[in-house]
């Protein structure tokens, strides 16, 4: 049995505009996905995945393309569940050349799905490192996230950023540009994660991005923006001492960048109510800052916020489930069991 784990991420700035060759900067956080894997004699993949909101389900099919499940759940659900394991699976089989390879593999995962912290990314890349591992055939980080990336660009229907997944691979703070992928220093940000107990669609949100900025063009210039807002971000992190508390008036400049990071994202249609109740209670609470992460449409946001005010008032919210203080993960995808 290989075993591997890799973290979700928030996105401090970006999301969206990366899928158009904006710059974005993710970071991991200390919440992970554990991806079991054990090769097995036929090309049978057998997946428990428990958290999945299916109430956890078991499926055993055959490598075999047009050979599909058979399970009493509609298969388009599980089709739509199944989308990023099933992805992984491809990329280990066709890295390590065994188009035959079958698995067991068990899923588990303390991400909440489809809420912006990047559990599909997580999946992704603790799957492939896993699966390539028991095949004998590890991959480096690099290709790795590249490996990743290309699953989550298949799921998404060709609309997909190497953020969420070389973050995940890497840990840390990171910077995406088109292929463009490198990690970065960053201080000690004082997070703060926002959940509504939903999700949002990543693909559809995405979609709905693109179309928007087709129709109109101070859609585009809106995408162009946040590109702008970003750059500016990271000059402000790259100034500041690597892995120390900020000083105040740093966070209050990050802060003002996430506000207006959220106010874009939610001009081009990605926010939810839910989500702007959680970050008006943040900014009421005293936050620098506070934006949805991820896709949207539901699911979380990220507040600046070195006090317990933010995660207080959080908890107190309409409509947010849980608050909670999320600290950086400096380690990307590891080995728990070799
Ligand atoms: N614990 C899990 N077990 C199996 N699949 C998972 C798990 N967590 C996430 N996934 C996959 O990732 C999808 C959610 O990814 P996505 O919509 O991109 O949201 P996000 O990446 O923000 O969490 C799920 O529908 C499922 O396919
Ligand atoms: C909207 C997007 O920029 C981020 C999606 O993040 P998440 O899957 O919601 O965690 C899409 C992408 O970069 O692939
Ligand atoms: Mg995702």
């Known amino acids: 049995m290989t075993v591997c784990e890799a973290p979700g991420k928030v996105y401090l ?23 079991s894997v054990e090769p097995r004699d036929d090309d049978h993949v057998r997946v428990e995945a428990e958290d999945l909101s299916l109430d956890g389900f078991t499926v055993e099919y055959s490598g075999g393309t047009g050979d599909r499940p058979d399970v009493d759940v509609p298969t388009p659900l599980v089709e739509a569940a199944m989308g990023y394991v099933d992805a992984a699976v491809e990329q280990a089989r066709d890295a390590a050349d065994a188009p035959d390879a079958g698995f067991d593999i068990a899923v588990e995962s303390d991400i909440p799905l489809g809420a912006g912290l990047g559990s599909s990314a997580a ?21 790795l996230a590249e490996r990743a990336y290309r699953a989550e660009y298949e799921v998404q229907d060709g609309q997909a950023s190497r953020a969420d997944t070389f973050c995940s691979a890497t840990g840390g703070a990171v910077r995406v540009e088109g292929d463009d992928c490198e990690p970065i220093e960053a201080p000690n940000l004082p997070l703060v994660v926002g959940f509504d107990g939903g999700a949002g669609d990543t693909g559809e949100l995405v979609a709905g991005v693109g179309a928007l900025r087709e129709e109109y063009g101070f859609a ?22 690597p892995g120390e508390e900020p000083p105040a008036a740093l966070l209050a400049e990050l802060g003002e960048l996430m506000d207006f990071n959220h106010g874009l994202l939610s001009a081009l249609g990605v926010s939810a109510r839910s989500l702007d109740a959680m970050v008006w209670a943040a900014r009421d609470a005293g936050a620098h800052g506070a934006k949805l992460t991820g896709a949207g449409g539901g699911g979380c946001i990220v507040a600046l916020d070195a006090s317990d005010a933010t995660e207080t008032a959080l908890s107190f919210t309409q409509g947010c489930e849980e608050a909670f203080r999320a600290e950086l993960a400096t380690e990307g995808v590891r080995v728990v069991e070799p």
């Not at 028991?134 to 991959?139: K, N, T, V, Y």
């Not at 585009?220 to 402000?236: F, K, M, N």
């Open 13 to 35: 700035f970006g999301e969206h505009a990366v899928v158009y060759g904006e710059p974005a900067v993710p970071a991991a956080i200390e919440r992970r996905a554990t991806v």
């Open 220 to 241: 585009a210039d809106a995408v162009e923006s946040i590109g702008d807002l970003v750059r500016t971000g990271e000059a402000l992190l790259a100034d500041a001492a």
């Open 123 to 143: 999946v992704v890349v603790a799957g492939i490192d896993a699966a390539t591992r028991a095949l004998g055939e590890p991959l480096d980080r690099r290709e």
